[in-house]
């Protein structure tokens, strides 16, 4: 009984390989094997990395969803959310930030768009362009927090650890400064390899692979930007 | 070797900033605490989709994986809405 299972299994599993072989062997030689294999029926032509890559960052999304759901429990619940003497977070400066990693998803759009042509010049420079958004986005960070020509929001009163408002604070937007810091390596390691030519001729998959990670960095910003910056406290005296 | 249209992209990108913009001007507007709250949600989660839709191609892939993306992802928003809701309340002054 099983064992006919197995083979009848097989014999179904048998001309799909066959096919993704020949036509590996032949027309895609030197491509991306991903691409050579027939489109999926559940998941048509997104390559396994992809589907690895979405698959993480929803588990990445639920660790976001666990620190913003603490925050919100806290802040929700809180009779008094700002101890006197705790700074006001800055908007506009925030906004700034914001917009900068909007900037750098779309010129990470760009290079992988211009991968697609073919196009290696474009693609590095949309590629330094984004590295170079994400860099400067960890500055104005590192702005925020300690200060530079100015006092930070530590010399100014917000402390990690004295109170929920600094600490879900520092937590959620370092571990976010920890992705961008990460997507920032990761482009930078993509941007070597694309100057060493090994995403020409169509191999554009890993670039849209990193622009996932990227693009997710940005959405995450947009939720933290607006629960954790823009949502008023209740007026205090 | 394909060529890509990036008319979406600028299109997505001008949505971004000027709801990125209307985001801050709702803020110093003094506009009262509930419809803020609800205005700002809903413009975050317009862009949240924006880029997941456009940039990172969702829209351009199988409806499975699609919603093997958005199931996953809107839970911890449902709980959000319901634990913060509690909290509220029982803020009330009763």
């Not at chain 1, 008094?80 to 506009?92: D, M, T, V, Y």
């Not at chain 1, 760009?110 to 984004?130: P, S």
């Not at chain 2, 060529?3 to 913009?21: D, M, P, Q, S």
Request: with cysteine; charged share 15%; hydrophobic share 50%.
């Amino acid at each position: 009984m099983s064992t006919s299972a197995a083979t009848e299994k097989e014999g179904t599993l048998k001309p799909a390989v066959a096919v993704a072989a020949a036509r590996h062997g032949h027309d895609d030689h030197g491509r991306d094997p991903h691409e050579a294999w027939p489109p999926d029926p559940h998941f048509g032509r997104a390559s396994l990395g992809k589907i690895g890559m979405w698959f993480f960052l929803c588990s990445d999304a639920l660790s976001f969803g666990g620190l913003l759901l603490a925050y919100g429990i806290l802040r929700g619940s809180s009779t008094q959310w700002h101890n006197p003497g705790e700074p006001q977070l800055g908007i506009n400066f925030t906004a700034g930030l914001t917009f900068l990693l909007i900037c750098s998803s779309v010129t990470m759009v760009l290079a992988h768009a211009a991968a697609v042509e073919g196009k290696r010049k474009e693609t590095l420079l949309f590629l330094g362009l984004t590295i170079l958004g994400g860099a400067l986005f960890l500055t104005g960070q590192f702005k925020e927090y300690f200060g530079i020509g100015g006092p930070g929001l530590i010399d100014e009163g917000l402390v990690f650890g004295h109170s929920a408002y600094a600490s879900t604070f520092y937590l959620i937007t370092s571990f976010h400064g920890c992705h961008v810091f990460t997507g920032v390596t990761y482009l930078t390691v993509i941007f070597i390899r694309t100057l060493l030519g090994k995403y020409d001729g169509g191999k554009h998959n890993h670039i849209e692979i990193a622009g996932l990670f990227w693009h997710f960095v940005d959405l995450v910003w947009i939720i933290v930007f607006t629960f954790v910056y823009l949502v008023p406290s209740s007026p205090s005296p | 070797m394909a060529h890509v249209n990036r008319k979406e992209y600028w299109i997505v990108f001008g949505a971004l900033f000027l709801l990125t913009i209307l985001e801050v001007g709702v803020v110093y507007m003094g506009v009262p605490k509930v419809p803020l709250f609800l205005a700002l949600s809903s413009m975050a989660i317009v862009k949240a989709s924006l880029v997941g839709l456009f940039f990172m191609h969702l829209k351009h892939e199988t409806p499975i994986l699609r919603r093997s993306v958005a199931i996953p992802m809107s839970i911890p928003a449902f709980y959000a809405l319901v634990l913060i809701a509690e909290g509220a309340w029982r803020k009330l002054p009763w």
